[in-house]
């Protein structure tokens, strides 16, 4: 059995920062392409950034190129979505989803997905 696993999300005030984590089990993490996605009330589930063995980063989303990374922990299996300089425009859910091969914007590709975790930037 497969589970994926976020966690993290939070409360911040405007520029600040959090860290969200997503943890797989019964999946090696360093074969499939990680994406993070969010969904904010009212709007369609957006990719925001992916990690993967074959094209490294890929941003799907302009706005955050210079605010958002990503990074992997082989040992822990885990992927790592990191948030400074954070707007109100980044509230969502946000969603660890995981695919074999290549980096993708494509919903209906991905094979695992969490349970999602709530990111609210407010003052």
């Known amino acids: 059995q497969v589970l994926v696993v976020e966690s993290g999300g939070g409360s911040v005030q405007p520029g600040g920062s959090l860290r969200l984590s997503c943890e797989a089990f019964?999946?090696?993490?360093?074969?499939?392409?990680v994406t993070w996605f969010r969904q904010a009330p009212g709007k369609e589930r957006e990719a925001v950034l992916c990690?993967?063995?074959?094209?490294?980063?890929?941003y799907h989303t302009d706005t955050i190129w210079d605010r958002l990374t990503i990074s992997r922990d082989k040992a822990k299996n885990s992927v790592y979505l990191h948030m400074n300089k954070l707007k109100p425009e980044d509230t969502a859910v946000y969603y660890c989803?995981?695919?074999?091969?290549?980096?993708?914007?494509?919903?209906?590709?991905?094979?695992?997905w969490g349970q999602g975790t709530q990111v609210t930037v407010s003052s």
């Open positions: 019964g999946i090696a993490l360093d074969y499939y392409a």
């Open positions: 990690i993967s063995h074959i094209d490294g980063i890929t």
């Open positions: 989803a995981t695919k074999p091969g290549r980096c993708s914007v494509g919903r209906s590709e991905y094979t695992y």
